[in-house]
């Protein structure tokens, strides 16, 4: 499998004089890809353009190493999609519908009998499997879209929206089957608006803002190995004083602190700090900046 999952040069698309995406040079690795922005950023559309549904005003793309415009038939072979929008057959059943999504994704009869009921089991729908999906939570049509985009077992699934629309416990539900699919040799590009999704799920990330490509990076590179982010209550001047005088570094910012430690054992000093200096901890865990607060910085500095 190629280590690239897509490449971009110089894509660009309008729809009439409204500009989508703007000259956008992209070299994104294989693995769990997050795709990040408010609504209206870009997300779906440069997905469509990868998936070769929309033909772009400028540029190419590739994915898996191949042309979205000259490789389609092969790339769709290996690729699946999740769209955001409703896109189920409310009369048909989950068995019915997925034995289909097989079918026409060249799988023969008995083997897309066969794939159905195993994707539908892992998904949580193997009980479901005889109800009409009309019949279906949010939760549940969710997943049947994640199983029909899976189905055929493809090395790499978009997945525009994956939670929209979920309770608390259906989203965590979503975010476990997504950090799933790596087991099984399925890469995603998960698109979304919710940072901690991508944080939770993901190891790279795109950001666009209004069209415009802000970075594309590591996420383990959105915040340093030697850092330790602690969230206070309040007093963070006062703890910062204490972990200073254990011979730590810090920055503060607001209730936030970051604190570097090389040699100490900093965890212990951040214990012993908050108790020496009254202050009661809200968070505390490794790593600089979180994810939205790195999105923020690059949109601020465009």
């Not at 005003?57 to 000259?70: K, N, Q, S, Y």
């Not at 503060?252 to 908050?274: N, P």
Request: with cysteine.
């Amino acid at each position: 499998m190629p280590s690239t999952a897509f490449t971009t040069s110089g894509i660009g698309h309008a729809y009439g004089k409204i500009a989508a995406l703007h000259s956008l040079d992209l070299d994104v690795p294989s693995g769990r890809i997050g795709l990040v922005g408010a609504n209206g950023a870009g997300k779906s559309t440069l997905i469509k353009i990868l998936l070769g549904i929309l033909t772009p005003t400028t540029g190419t793309a590739t994915v898996l190493g191949m042309d979205t415009r000259r490789d389609l038939v092969e790339m769709r072979s290996v690729i699946g999609y999740m769209p955001e929008g409703n896109c189920l057959p409310l009369d048909q059943t989950a068995a019915d519908f997925l034995v289909y999504a097989a079918g026409t994704a060249g799988l023969p009869p008995r083997a897309a009998r066969q794939r159905a009921s195993e994707v539908l089991t892992l998904v949580g729908l193997d009980e479901e499997r005889f109800r009409y999906i009309g019949d279906f939570s949010t939760g549940m049509k969710q997943r049947a879209k994640l199983a029909q985009a899976i189905v055929h077992d493809p090395k790499l699934v978009f997945l525009d929206e994956p939670t929209s629309g979920l309770d608390p416990s259906g989203r965590d539900e979503m975010l476990d089957l997504i950090s799933r699919l790596g087991r099984f040799g399925i890469d995603v590009v998960v698109s979304s608006h919710v940072l901690r999704d991508i944080e939770r799920t993901c190891d790279w990330v795109v950001m666009l803002d209004e069209g415009t490509l802000l970075d594309s990076l590591p996420i383990g590179g959105a915040a340093a190995d030697d850092v330790v982010r602690v969230e206070v209550n309040e007093g963070s001047e006062r703890i910062a004083a204490s972990l200073r005088a254990a011979g730590a570094d810090v920055e503060v910012d607001g209730d936030v602190l970051r604190v570097r430690h090389e040699s100490i054992d900093v965890f212990d000093v951040i214990r012993d700090a908050a108790a020496s200096s009254g202050t009661s901890l809200r968070r505390l865990g490794a790593g600089g900046a979180t994810l939205e607060e790195l999105f923020l910085q690059k949109g601020a500095a465009r």
